[in-house]
């Protein structure tokens, strides 16, 4: 084969000729060319941005845009680029544990602590956090995740390891969680790495040994027992009170009754005594006699009544009363 550009004559081990321009080969070379980098910047002149993230685009290496959901325009060739971030997704943190299809598995090394009142604890804690602002998240720090999590592994062994034993395994779970979650909050507003925290709960909490799991077992069924114990007698209580405030009122009732039942009989006396004194008043003598009869009559219910009818050594005597009143 004999190939010949000085001229136009192309042999080959044929019989025939063929005739090759390199000019216009080089200009369809060109044009092929720029066809491919102009289909290549049309391809790289859009984007698309999930319902769930947000874009940030840099130009030449600085941010300059931060773009929602949606299909979005950008300059080719790397002038500038896009990195999208899930902003609307709330993501995990597993301290002291990992699950992995449904399989729970302990690491000790995070969930190991040790309390205020120098006793050996395993607590886990579930975090939820959620990217807040994108460009922080990229270019302030270099693994945010990891921020956080040893940022929340501190704070959580420092609360811990101020309070008692009992408050982290029973009534006090509330309470860490609380301030667990304050302090990480405070510290990242300062650190600025794009994270917020959503929430912070203690998904575990257990003493290192069997025996001391099995105190606290007893410690709390006892605690339930006096709660139980307490209920009860305070329904008793309840059961009770309705039907002693009935008796009582009852017994008020009865008192004012007897109370006014004895101011009547005092009034009742008083105007009988009243009646007697003003009859009195008028015929002492008469009044007195029979005052006298009336008390001779109380006091010997059984004498027999005589009237003197005579003066003086002659005396008629009727005897007996009853036969002149025929008896009555």
């Given amino acids: ?51 769930k993230q947000q874009a940030v685009v840099t130009t030449f290496g600085k ?6 959901a949606g299909v979005h325009f950008k300059l080719p060739f790397g002038i500038q680029k896009v990195k999208t971030v899930d902003v609307h997704v709330y993501q995990k943190i597993e301290l002291g544990y990992t699950t992995n299809k449904g399989d729970y598995t302990t690491k ?29 998240y990229l270019y302030s720090s270099v693994e945010p995740e ?6 929340i592994q501190s704070q959580v062994r420092n609360v811990v390891g101020s309070a008692t034993v009992d408050a982290v395994l029973t009534d006090g779970k509330e309470n ?62 309840n059961a009770k009170i309705p039907s002693a405030q009935a008796e009582a009122d009852k017994l008020i009732q009865n008192a004012e009754y007897l109370k006014q039942k004895r101011i009547n009989e005092a009034k009742e006396q008083v105007a009988m005594f009243v009646a007697r004194y003003e009859e009195y008043a008028k015929n002492p003598d008469i009044t007195e006699s029979r005052m006298y009869y009336e008390a001779i009559s109380q006091i010997l219910p059984g004498v027999k009544v005589y009237i003197n009818t005579g003066n ?8 007996p ?8």
């Fill in 176 to 237: 860490i969680q609380m301030q667990v979650r304050e302090l990480v909050m405070e510290i990242l507003a300062e650190y600025d790495i794009g994270l917020s925290l959503v929430d912070v709960r203690i998904q575990d909490s257990e003493p290192p040994t069997q025996a001391v799991v099995e105190a606290f077992k007893a410690v709390e069924t006892a605690k339930q027992q006096a709660e139980a114990v307490v209920n009860n007698a305070k329904a008793y209580q």
């Fill in 108 to 136: 000790t090394s995070e969930s190991t602590m040790i309390t205020g009142d120098y006793n050996i604890v395993n607590v886990d804690f579930f975090v939820e956090y959620k990217i807040t602002d994108p460009v922080a």
């Fill in 1 to 51: 084969m004999e190939i010949n550009f000085s001229g136009t004559s192309y042999s080959g081990g044929g019989s025939g000729k063929k005739t090759v321009d390199p000019r216009k080969f080089g200009k369809t070379a060109v044009i092929l060319a720029v066809v491919a980098v102009l289909l290549i910047g049309a391809f790289g002149c859009f984007y698309t941005v999930d319902d």
């Fill in 312 to 319: 003086g050594s002659s005396v008629e005597m009727l005897l």
């Fill in 63 to 68: 941010v300059t845009d931060v773009t929602d």
């Fill in 146 to 151: 990891l921020v956080l999590k040893n940022l």
């Fill in 321 to 328: 009363l009853e036969s002149l009143i025929g008896g009555k």
